[in-house]
Structures are given as C-alpha cells and as structure tokens.
C-alpha cells in the first residue's frame, strides 16, 4: 500500500501546478490556432504540443525535461541552446528563396533597413524597463520579425529567455496579418496605396548566382557575428540558383529545413515549462514583442514615404511594411491591402523585394548586437 | 511599477541610444552597399558576357521534357494557326 500511495504522489496529478495547467491551455490553444485558422501551422502546432509535454511535472531524480541534463529532451533542446538550428533553417529558406524580385528594384532593399527600426527602439524599451543590455538587445531582435534570428541571438546573449522570446516572436509572426493592415492604414492615404509599381525586369540566371555570393561576402565583412546565418542562407541559395546542386536544393527547402523545424519548434515548446515561463518578464517580453512589430511596420512605411519626397517614381508605401521579414507573410499582406483598394494592382512580387532585404537585415542587426554585447 | 527615472538612467548605463544608432546606421550601410552592387551587376556582368558569352547549359531543368499541360498549349496553339491559315497541323 506504501508503495501505490509513494507511486500516486509522483503522478503528474499530484504534482501539477496551476502554472502547468495554464501552459497546457496555452499549448493547446496554439494547436486549435494551427488547425483552425492555419496561423503559421508548421511552428504553432510543435510549439504547441512541446509546451503540454514540457508542462507535465517531472519527478526529481529522472530526466525527463529539456533542463534536465541527459534527458533525450535535453539533447534535442542542444540546437536551441547553442543556436544551431537556426541557421540550419536558414539553409532551408535560402533555398527556397527567390531574391529576383530584389535584383529587379534595388532601391526597395533599403525598405528592409528602415523596418529594422523596430529592433533597436525596442531594445531602448526593454533597457528602460530595467533589463540588463544583454536580455534587452534578444528581446529587440523579436522585431525583425524573424523566428529563427531570435532564437539564434537570445542563444547567445540570454539563454534563459529563449521560452519567452521564441514564442513571443512565433506568435506575432503568425498574427502579422492582424497587426499590420491597421497600421498600414493609419500612415498611408488612400491615393498613396493606389501607386502602381512598374513591372520587374528579367534577372539573368549570372545576377542570381553572383549575388548570393556577394550578399553574403558585404553582409559577414560589417557583421561577422551575422555570418552562420546570412551564411547559410546565401549558400542555400547558391544550392538553388546554381542549377547544378539541385538534389542538395531540394532536400534543403524540403525534407531538412521540415525536420529542423520540428526539432526546433517542439523543443522550443517543451521549453516553456510554467516555473521558467510564467514570470513578469515574459509578460513584458510578450508586450515589448507587440509594440517591436507595430513599430517596425511604421518604420518601413515611412521611410517609404520619406523616400517619394525625393524620388520622381513613387514607391507605394504599403510596401514599406514587407520590410519585417516575417517572409512572406508581410508580402502576403502588403499584396492584400493593396488589392483591397485597387483589385488590379498587384504588389506581392515587390513586397517580396524589402521582405527578403529584410531577412538579410535583421541578421546583420543580431550579428552586430551579439558582436557589440558578447564579453 | 517602473521609477521613470531608473529607467532612463538604465537606458544611458546600457547605451541604448548608441546601439540603437549605430546598429541602424550599419544595417543601412550594408543594406545600401547590397543595393549599389545589385544596381551595378547588370553592367558589369554585360561586361563580362562580352568577354565569355553565358553559355546554353543543359540543365535538368531545361533539359525536362515538355509536360503534358505544355504538350496541350503547344498542340492548340498549332491547331489554331494551322485553322487560321487553311493548313493541317503537323
């Protein structure tokens, strides 16, 4: 009988906390999101379901949770920890990516400079609500609106935020479609969200090869700290526009990045353990994730409209708020909006333009911070 | 609640608004520069094709043959200027 009753007091029923209890409401509440409204599915639902696994209470002396050194979930938080996986997703996504749109209009990378506005006014936001440079400059980088640059520099300058940041910057990436259109509406009149961009030109397939190459080699010289990433992501895609790699491409933007992700996004998730996650901290990061994205959206309209003070061929500021690289779901809702008020104007193609320049650019700002904080 | 104070002050302790403008001056530096040298490729790469003309490689992708949506345009397109100009199609 002793030991039925030792056994049933380390049952998850004994030991739950309310904590736990929530976290799992919160798990499932992004799966029913992924299955329902398809909000970014591919990371909410292993999220999600990482954030059950890693709320069930643990008995000490087993390893069983992602803190718990030897634990088969502690070594596959090992690439969250160390920063590994993101860059291997990278990979992937350079290899899917399409930079002709960029080639084609130059002046619409600087669209992706600007939106990094919402970084650095962040970081300024978390350091006045008192954390340390370090937790404030990860915290910061949710607004380049890029999951696995946030991942990547919390990694690296304040680990023990990763829970936080990674599902802060997730779930404003998946509500991208919610956040931007209104401000998007506010800085914009409806005779600017006309403006009609002219077509893309031909890119050559010699443009397309010699330019990740070159992206890559401007991008690691100014930002050594951003090089596994812009790195990675360049070499995907090399892999892609080579013509010559095309297994290696294709195993990168299919089966590899498919199973980084799932590592990535339930080990992420088991990381949310309610003892770790539910503190003020989180609620500020949650807030600050909230007001980085609104900003950096701002940012890149305006800067849209600074630069038609000065240019004879107006830029439709819309596209300024693809420049968060939550690719290419800020294009997508650039291309919305704008079809919302001219059914034949078609922006997507642009938007892609500043929203890859806006990948690129928020690595280069984790590659600085991490070089400007590291000890 | 936040001392207003403190906060500011932590904000010049941990040079906020040094980060904040030199990070954004280095992201536009290497944003522009990526933007000079896509404007400038175009020509120099019609440089370098006066040189060594790109050559036709046959690749998978335009070795593949026709699929059969392409077969169907193709076939249509024939059957309609073969209609046009009273001539059979193939």
């Given at each position: 009988?002793?030991?039925?009753?030792?056994?049933?007091?380390?049952?998850?029923?004994?030991?739950?906390?309310?904590?736990?209890?929530?976290?799992?409401?919160?798990?499932?509440?992004?799966?029913?999101?992924?299955?329902?409204?398809?909000?970014?599915?591919?990371?909410?639902?292993?999220?999600?379901?990482?954030?059950?696994?890693?709320?069930?209470?643990?008995?000490?002396?087993?390893?069983?949770?992602?803190?718990?050194?030897?634990?088969?979930?502690?070594?596959?938080?090992?690439?969250?920890?160390?920063?590994?996986?993101?860059?291997?997703?990278?990979?992937?996504?350079?290899?899917?990516?399409?930079?002709?749109?960029?080639?084609?209009?130059?002046?619409?990378?600087?669209?992706?400079?600007?939106?990094?506005?919402?970084?650095?006014?962040?970081?300024?936001?978390?350091?006045?609500?008192?954390?340390?440079?370090?937790?404030?400059?990860?915290?910061?980088?949710?607004?380049?609106?890029?999951?696995?640059?946030?991942?990547?520099?919390?990694a690296k300058l304040a680990p023990h935020l990763i829970g936080a940041i990674a599902v802060a910057a997730y779930s404003y990436m998946a509500l991208?479609?919610?956040?931007?259109?209104?401000?998007?509406?506010?800085?914009?009149?409806?005779?600017?969200?006309?403006?009609?961009?002219?077509?893309?030109?031909?890119?050559?397939?010699?443009?397309?090869?010699?330019?990740?190459?070159?992206?890559?080699?401007?991008?690691?010289?100014?930002?050594?700290?951003?090089?596994?990433?812009?790195?990675?992501?360049?070499?995907?895609?090399?892999?892609?526009?080579?013509?010559?790699?095309?297994?290696?491409?294709?195993?990168?933007?299919?089966?590899?990045?498919?199973?980084?992700?799932?590592?990535?996004?339930?080990?992420?998730?088991?990381?949310?353990?309610?003892?770790?996650?539910?503190?003020?901290?989180?609620?500020?990061?949650?807030?600050?994730?909230?007001?980085?994205?609104?900003?950096?959206?701002?940012?890149?309209?305006?800067?849209?409209?600074?630069?038609?003070?000065?240019?004879?061929?107006?830029?439709?500021?819309?596209?300024?708020?693809?420049?968060?690289?939550?690719?290419?779901?800020?294009?997508?809702?650039?291309?919305?909006?704008?079809?919302?008020?001219?059914?034949?104007?078609?922006?997507?193609?642009?938007?892609?333009?500043?929203?890859?320049?806006?990948?690129?650019?928020?690595?280069?700002?984790?590659?600085?911070?991490?070089?400007?904080?590291?000890? | 609640?936040?001392?207003?104070?403190?906060?500011?002050?932590?904000?010049?302790?941990?040079?906020?608004?040094?980060?904040?403008?030199?990070?954004?001056?280095?992201?536009?530096?290497?944003?522009?520069?990526?933007?000079?040298?896509?404007?400038?490729?175009?020509?120099?790469?019609?440089?370098?094709?006066?040189?060594?003309?790109?050559?036709?490689?046959?690749?998978?992708?335009?070795?593949?043959?026709?699929?059969?949506?392409?077969?169907?345009?193709?076939?249509?397109?024939?059957?309609?200027?073969?209609?046009?100009?009273?001539?059979?199609?193939?």
């Open positions: 009988m002793d030991l039925f009753v030792e056994f049933l007091e380390t049952t998850g029923f004994a030991t739950m906390t309310w904590g736990n209890i929530l976290m799992i409401l919160i798990g499932l509440m992004f799966i029913t999101l992924a299955i329902t409204k398809h909000y970014e599915p591919l990371l909410l639902l292993p999220i999600g379901f990482g954030a059950i696994v890693g709320n069930i209470p643990t008995i000490p002396g087993m390893a069983l949770s992602v803190y718990d050194e030897g634990s088969v979930l502690h070594y596959l938080y090992f690439g969250v920890r160390q920063g590994v996986y993101p860059p291997l997703i990278f990979l992937g996504i350079g290899a899917m990516t399409d930079f002709s749109a960029m080639l084609s209009s130059p002046r619409l990378v600087l669209l992706g400079a600007a939106a990094q506005i919402g970084i650095f006014l962040t970081l300024i936001g978390a350091l006045y609500l008192g954390f340390t440079p370090e937790e404030a400059g990860a915290i910061g980088i949710i607004g380049g609106a890029d999951g696995p640059t946030a991942i990547f520099l919390s991208v479609p919610v956040i931007q259109p209104p401000i998007m509406k506010l800085l914009t009149t409806k005779k600017e969200r006309l403006i009609r961009m002219p077509p893309p030109r031909q890119v050559s397939l010699r443009e397309r090869i010699v330019f990740p190459i070159a992206a890559f080699l401007i991008a690691a010289l100014i930002a050594p700290g951003s090089l596994a990433l812009v790195g990675m992501l360049m070499f995907g895609n090399l892999l892609k526009e080579s013509g010559v790699t095309d297994r290696l491409a294709e195993t990168a933007r299919h089966s590899f990045i498919d199973i980084v992700t799932i590592l990535l996004g339930f080990s992420v998730g088991a990381s949310t353990q309610a003892q770790t996650f539910l503190t003020p901290e989180s609620l500020s990061i949650f807030g600050l994730g909230a007001l980085s994205f609104a900003i950096a959206t701002a940012g890149g309209v305006l800067f849209a409209k600074f630069l038609n003070l000065f240019t004879k061929n107006k830029i439709n500021p819309l596209l300024g708020a693809a420049g968060v690289s939550a690719v290419p779901d800020s294009a997508r809702v650039v291309q919305v909006v704008g079809h919302a008020e001219d059914p034949h104007n078609h922006l997507l193609m642009h938007a892609m333009a500043p929203n890859v320049a806006g990948v690129i650019g928020s690595a280069i700002c984790a590659g600085m911070l991490w070089s400007v904080m590291v000890k | 609640m936040i001392d207003p104070q403190a906060g500011i002050q932590n904000i010049v302790d941990g040079h906020g608004a040094a980060i904040a403008l030199v990070g954004m001056s280095i992201v536009f530096a290497a944003l522009s520069l990526i933007s000079v040298v896509i404007a400038v490729l175009p020509r120099l790469l019609r440089l370098v094709e006066g040189l060594f003309p790109e050559p036709v490689v046959a690749t998978p992708r335009n070795r593949a043959a026709p699929t059969e949506d392409l077969t169907t345009v193709v076939a249509a397109a024939a059957a309609y200027h073969a209609a046009r100009s009273d001539v059979a199609p193939g």
